[in-house]
């Protein structure tokens, strides 16, 4: 009796391990690092306990955990995992446990604390990959025609370039018609496109950081009269794992910030105070007042060797098509930005934004003794490329830089403190080098 009782708790034991993985829906993902922590996340398809457990190669069972979430179907069953007992400059390897089960994964999964420089060592050689666009087709809720996205091997491609993280620069979801209205079609977006088995690997092992964009906040060409806008970018927290959704002294925004080692990250919102474009107005504004104010002010402080102003449209361009920053009574504000960076001497700044369809680099020269100004446009990852509306005021685009098809960045830096160059890089969906850039510190 004994022995059969044997023999069928062994065959049970596949199927537990079955039935453990089958809640799995998608992930997991690392998001923000920092020397003190990593943020951990990870969906499930119903309720389910999550934990992980993390650990160093050299010290496998030297073994901490994240704190346990049961996830709930209001944030669509989402957790976000804290991996507090880490040490700077060191990677970590991990195992994700569902209802006190590990999962296995045929892909690596581990994460990366940055390192402690402050007055102790030169700056390290360190890339990260962005990139705006991510429509990733669904059928039954689609335009008639072939399908707007494609090409999902780029999240592979991506991956195989080891960048230390991912900006994601809007428009990462395509939120179809009136899916924004709802709690239930907002999640059911993300849900889809989340668990793209193309994405699982890259989500497993590189940070994650991420702005919203008008298609990831409501409908197209969205501003903050958008009345649902606190349930849209709540969601967006719920599915991202940012250092923050918001900074002190602003009310409302997806606004975050990180640094990684000797370059700051300034995330911006231009949805949630954006004013509409159409609206007539003297005083318009894409930022909004205490948005605007942090920024400067941001700015102003920041030791960084460069420093990225990261928002879902084109900053620099004059172009005035579409939504760039100069369009739809805008640039105004935009000259104000301009003249706020050169009278307060601000040197390496680079906007880096999405939204367009299209990549190029633009480039403000040093004028009468100014600081050089820099906008890198890198989109789309999956969404359909477009030439529509470029326009003919492309005085400050670097020749041979605009890229239609489907594409992202590796941006590396690189050199000695106060010494540093930045390489711009841009690969096609298969990974192969479309153009090369380099810029050095000023």
């Not at 954006?274 to 609206?279: K, Q, S």
């Not at 700015?299 to 004059?318: D, I, N, W």
């Not at 941006?411 to 403190?417: A, L, V």
């Amino acid at each position: 009796m004994m022995k059969k009782s044997i023999i069928l708790l062994l065959a049970l034991i596949p199927f537990q391990i079955f039935a453990q993985k089958s809640f799995l829906q998608s992930g997991p993902m690392v998001g923000y690092a920092e020397m003190h922590e990593v943020m951990l996340w990870v969906q499930t398809n119903e309720p389910a306990k999550v934990k992980i457990a993390y650990y160093t190669e050299a010290n496998p069972k030297d073994v901490n955990w994240t704190n346990e979430v049961e996830t709930v179907k209001k944030n669509g069953y989402t957790a976000h995992l804290l991996a507090d007992k880490v040490k700077h400059s060191q990677t970590y390897k991990y195992d994700l446990y569902i209802n006190n089960k590990k999962i296995d994964f045929d892909y690596k999964t581990e994460f990366q604390t940055i390192p402690m420089l402050q007055y102790k060592a030169d700056p390290a050689t360190f890339s990260f990959a962005s990139g705006s666009g991510a429509y990733l087709n669904e059928k039954e809720f689609d335009r008639p025609g072939d399908g707007y996205g494609g090409d999902y091997q780029i999240f592979n491609s991506i991956l195989e370039k080891d960048p230390d993280f991912m900006i994601w620069l809007g428009d990462n979801v395509y939120l179809r018609q009136n899916e924004w209205a709802t709690r239930t079609g907002i999640i059911h977006r993300y849900t889809h496109d989340r668990s793209l088995p193309e994405l699982q690997a890259f989500l497993a092992s590189v940070s994650h950081y991420a702005i919203i964009d008008d298609h990831d906040f409501g409908p197209n060409d969205s501003d903050g009269s958008f009345w649902n806008k606190d349930m849209t970018e709540e969601i967006f927290a719920d599915f991202w794992a940012n250092p923050s959704n918001g900074v002190s002294g602003v009310e409302g925004g997806a606004i975050t910030f990180f640094n990684w080692q000797d370059v700051d990250f300034f995330m911006l919102d231009n949805r949630y105070f954006r004013d509409p474009n159409y609206l007539i107005a003297d005083d318009k504004t894409m930022l909004g007042e205490e948005q605007l104010d942090w920024l400067k002010k941001a700015l102003v402080s920041s030791k960084a060797s460069f420093k990225f102003v990261v928002m879902g449209g084109q900053f620099l361009t004059e172009d005035k098509n579409y939504e760039t920053y100069i369009n739809y009574g805008f640039e105004k504000e935009r000259l104000e930005i301009i003249n706020f960076i050169y009278t307060q001497d601000i040197k390496n700044v680079v906007f880096l934004d999405g939204d367009r369809h299209h990549t190029e680099l633009s480039i403000l020269e040093n004028r009468n003794n100014k600081p050089t100004i820099y906008d890198l446009t890198v989109s789309p990852l999956t969404s359909h490329g477009s030439d529509a509306g470029i326009g003919k005021n492309q005085e400050l685009r670097v020749e041979g830089t605009h890229v239609i098809e489907r594409n992202f960045s590796i941006i590396e830096f690189s050199g000695k403190y106060k010494q540093r160059k930045m390489t711009i890089k841009i690969y096609d969906s298969n990974g192969k080098e479309v153009w090369t850039k380099e810029i050095e510190q000023e």
